[in-house]
């Protein structure tokens, strides 16, 4: 069973962006806390018509709360068969507004795609890059090891 929330860092060359992502199986898992939500990344199994139908009921109910959410439509499982369903995927995300990713999350293809997406979308700039994608609180313990050392440093070097 996967966790309900991972809560990551993109580490990038304007910044970390803290995201927290949900997992939302099904359209009972939307609540009102939902409305101070941006963006919206779906990722959808295209071999499997049930993903399809779950997407498009989060979508109505969330638009419900906050028709300002920006989606992003991720494929998932791009590198199994594709099928007539891709035709579908791209037609939803353009009903959307949103863009259309492919990814494999089995063989990482195009993995970093949508989060650069994301990235790009709240800096509002073309130049920004993912310098890597870190559990937060692997994150937090990074900056609680840096500054333990700095004090340490302080510390010696008192007069």
Same mark, same amino acid.
């Given at each position: 069973?996967?966790?309900?929330?991972?809560?990551?860092?993109?580490?990038?060359?304007?910044?970390?962006?803290?995201?927290?992502?949900?997992?939302?199986?099904?359209?009972?898992?939307?609540?009102?806390?939902?409305?101070?939500?941006?963006?919206?990344?779906?990722?959808?199994?295209?071999?499997?018509?049930?993903?399809?139908?779950?997407?498009?009921?989060?979508?109505?109910?969330?638009?419900?709360?906050?028709?300002?959410?920006?989606?992003?439509?991720?494929?998932?499982?791009?590198?199994?068969? $594709?099928?007539?369903?891709?035709?579908?995927?791209?037609?939803?995300?353009?009903?959307?507004?949103? $863009?259309?990713?492919?990814?494999?999350?089995?063989?990482?293809?195009?993995?970093?795609?949508?989060?650069?997406?994301?990235?790009?979308?709240?800096?509002?700039?073309?130049?920004?890059?993912?310098?890597?994608?870190?559990?937060?609180?692997?994150?937090?313990?990074?900056?609680?090891?840096?500054?333990?050392?700095?004090?340490?440093?302080?510390?010696?070097?008192?007069?």
């Amino acid at each position: 069973m996967f966790p309900k929330q991972y809560d990551i860092t993109l580490r990038t060359n304007l910044g970390d962006i803290n995201l927290v992502i949900r997992d939302v199986p099904s359209r009972n898992d939307i609540t009102e806390n939902d409305a101070n939500t941006n963006i919206v990344m779906l990722f959808i199994d295209h071999s499997s018509a049930q993903s399809f139908a779950e997407a498009f009921t989060k979508v109505v109910a969330l638009r419900r709360i906050n028709p300002n959410i920006q989606y992003i439509v991720v494929n998932n499982k791009y590198d199994l068969d $594709r099928g007539f369903r891709e035709h579908r995927l791209l037609t939803f995300a353009n009903a959307l507004n949103g $863009r259309l990713f492919d990814v494999s999350v089995k063989t990482l293809y195009n993995f970093d795609h949508p989060l650069l997406h994301v990235a790009k979308s709240i800096y509002n700039r073309d130049d920004v890059e993912i310098i890597s994608i870190l559990p937060t609180s692997q994150l937090d313990a990074e900056r609680k090891r840096t500054r333990q050392i700095q004090m340490e440093s302080n510390k010696r070097f008192r007069y």
